[in-house]
């Protein structure tokens, strides 16, 4: 009854069509309106508003998608190839609904961690850059151009270097790591543009689909090859991939705890799905020298990643630098699932870029809310029986971190499941095998972390916490989730395979 | 290119961005030295048939990529400017001293202290 009244809306072509459009616009025209509100609350309120809007669009067009759907909007009402185009397809689709979900939870819950965080005067510019990088990211996964998506890229990095560098009123470490990101991201976004520019003069189009069809028939295999090798390398340092993922742990870590949020559970998922695009849409025709690269380049540093990350974490003493390298490890996980280029690869690629963004949101949600209780310390010394000390915002630290380990009944456990299955089918035993120790490995960092919060007392003379409803209440929203996809995941699953045959088609 | 080796291999945090801009520029030479054809004329639309012109689009592409060259470096240089005011230095190896000093001698800041 309910999706009937949806569909009634909602279900016409030219509507749907111009939702995708919006959920892009919404935050990005949002933004600038945010800078120059005076009220924190009302900016705070106008960046839930446009986050919930796109989770509302985000969901209306996921209940729709199916295999072969395929939205499309013309900006401008520019026919491709000249004219810039969005679509919407199985991959597209379940990307921008993780993130929306994941942008609009981490929204509800900055209230109080900004507030405490942030100066004052600087809130309404917060969420101004809040949400141009939530617009950016959205875009970098609707947009079908290539250099409308470098365009893309470059709001989402200049936004997040200004939400970095805003930890710089507590730690001035904050303004080192984004002045580091800002180099590195930009380094790389050229690079991006150069392989563009490459694959340009090869091709004369800048559309997806159509690069796509032109590339098998362009005169100069060299300078396309070239042009692909560019463009993958200058993604791989938006993604955080191995060895260029060294601006990642510090901008984590200094980062305002709402911010770390944010973009440990958004930000790198966008890059990562813009590298599966290039890799497998545009690039389509050209299967012998993309296998050639995924085989050689990608799938090493993918492995490299998981288990530098992993032993990183496992020496790391600040808890936000622990996470962060764990994300690399995950990153690692997803890029090595992508990489496989089979169907299953894909699928659990995805199921996993939806599990980690709820799994890391949550323990960086947590962690935020253990970093304003205790006065902005992230040591781990700090956190000792914290567990008991604030129980709420504990115990859903402890089901993300299991559902980080992939202990079964949590989201995290299907995800190893889908990766390992995929990695099985292609027979690779050695990768296999590595994937399954650094696994045994992350355990060592998980058992450190749980036994400083649970086992060990807590300071003498310690103060009573106070836990805020605000960010408990999406944390442990989040914590019902891992442990609801980790019992029921069909329709992440079917979302996931749906992606899948966007990129690959239905045979691969 | 040079512009690129200048980002690796310089400490200074300014240099880096003034090599940042040259490897960005240099990007932007190869976009427009794609439009041209050789005879062409700027694509304005003469009304005879059989003109060569140009091709616009890497031009317009490039308008776009200047713009975002110029936010880079403005916001780079921002930064730059209050990592002079917090550490009194613009060069990476004092940065990384300083630092360093910092966890040494006092690895918890005054300010954090009236929480306990």
Redesign the interface.
């Known amino acids: 009854m309910i999706t009937d009244l949806i569909h009634l809306i909602v279900g016409h072509n030219a509507v749907q069509k111009n939702l995708l459009a919006l959920a892009v616009v919404i935050p990005l025209l949002i933004g600038p309106v945010c800078v120059i509100t005076r009220v924190p609350n009302l900016a705070w309120f106008l960046a839930l508003l446009s986050t919930g809007i796109s989770l509302a669009i985000a969901v209306l067009l996921q209940i729709d998608m199916e295999p072969g759907v395929r939205l499309t909007y013309y900006l401008g009402n520019w026919p491709p190839p000249w004219g810039i185009e969005f679509v919407l397809d199985g991959a597209s689709s379940i990307t921008l609904l993780v993130m929306s979900a994941l942008a609009f939870l981490s929204t509800l819950s900055a209230k109080d961690l900004v507030a405490t965080e942030i100066a004052q005067a600087d809130i309404g510019k917060f969420y101004g850059a809040w949400l141009l990088a939530c617009g950016g990211l959205f875009g970098l996964v609707l947009t079908a151009d290539a250099?409308n998506l470098?365009?893309f890229l470059?709001i989402s990095a200049?936004s997040s270097?200004?939400l970095i560098?805003m930890g710089?009123g507590?730690?001035?470490?904050a303004?080192?790591a984004?002045?580091n990101y800002?180099?590195l991201g930009?380094?790389g976004?050229?690079f991006y543009?150069?392989g563009v520019?490459f694959v340009?003069?090869m091709t004369g189009t800048?559309n997806m689909a159509d690069l796509a069809s032109r590339i098998p028939n362009s005169s100069s295999d060299t300078v396309v090859f070239v042009g692909f090798a560019f463009m993958v390398a200058g993604i791989l340092v938006k993604a955080a991939v191995f060895p260029v993922h060294v601006w990642l742990p510090a901008a984590y870590a200094y980062a305002p705890s709402s911010v770390s949020t944010l973009l440990a559970a958004i930000a790198t998922k966008a890059a990562l799905y813009v590298l599966a695009r290039v890799l497998f849409t545009i690039f389509s025709g050209l299967s012998p020298f993309v296998s050639l690269a995924l085989d050689n380049v990608i799938i090493p540093l993918a492995v490299a990643g998981v288990f530098i990350g992993t032993v990183m974490a496992i020496y790391e003493s600040d808890i936000k630098k622990l996470l962060a390298q764990s994300s690399v490890a995950q990153i690692g996980y997803i890029a090595l699932s992508f990489s496989l280029a089979t169907k299953a690869g894909i699928s659990a690629g995805f199921v996993h870029i939806g599990n980690h963004a709820i799994i890391k949101g949550g323990l960086f949600m947590a962690v935020a809310s253990f970093v304003i209780s205790?006065?902005?310390?992230t040591?781990l010394k700090e956190l000792r029986g914290i567990g008991r000390r604030m129980p709420i915002t504990g115990v859903a630290f402890l089901i993300c971190g299991l559902s980080l380990a992939g202990l079964p009944l949590t989201a995290g456990f299907m995800s190893k499941l889908f990766i390992i299955r995929a990695i099985l089918e292609t027979g690779s035993f050695i990768v296999l095998s590595l994937v399954l120790i650094s696994s045994v490995l992350s355990l060592v960092y998980l058992w450190k972390i749980f036994e400083i919060m649970w086992m060990q007392p807590a300071p003498m003379?310690s103060?009573v916490l106070v836990e805020k409803p605000s960010v408990y209440l999406p944390l442990w929203f989040i914590a019902i989730v891992n442990i609801w996809l980790g019992v029921d995941a069909d329709w992440l699953i079917t979302a996931s395979q749906t992606a899948a045959v966007a990129l690959i088609g239905a045979d691969g | 290119m040079s512009g690129?080796f200048i980002?690796i291999s310089s400490t200074n945090?300014i240099k880096?961005?003034v090599g940042?801009s040259i490897?960005?520029t240099s990007?932007f030479l190869?976009?427009i030295s794609?439009g041209k054809l050789s005879g062409g004329t700027a694509p304005i639309l003469t009304g005879e048939p059989n003109t060569l012109y140009s091709n616009p689009l890497?031009h317009v592409?490039i308008l776009?990529?200047i713009v975002?060259g110029v936010?880079?470096t403005a916001?780079?240089l921002a930064?730059?400017l209050?990592?002079n005011d917090?550490?009194e230095s613009v060069e990476e190896n004092e940065?990384t001293l300083e630092?360093a000093k910092q966890s040494e001698l006092k690895?918890?800041?005054p300010?954090?202290k009236?929480?306990?």
């Open positions: 250099f470098f365009v470059e200049l270097v200004i560098s710089a507590r730690d001035r470490r303004l080192v984004g002045y800002l180099l930009a380094v976004a050229t543009v150069i520019g340009y003069a800048l205790l006065g902005m310390r040591n003379k103060p | 690129l980002v945090l880096k961005l940042l490897f960005q990007v190869l976009y794609l890497p592409l776009t990529a975002v936010a880079t916001l780079g930064l730059v209050r990592i917090a550490f940065i630092l690895p918890m800041r300010r954090d009236g929480v306990e």
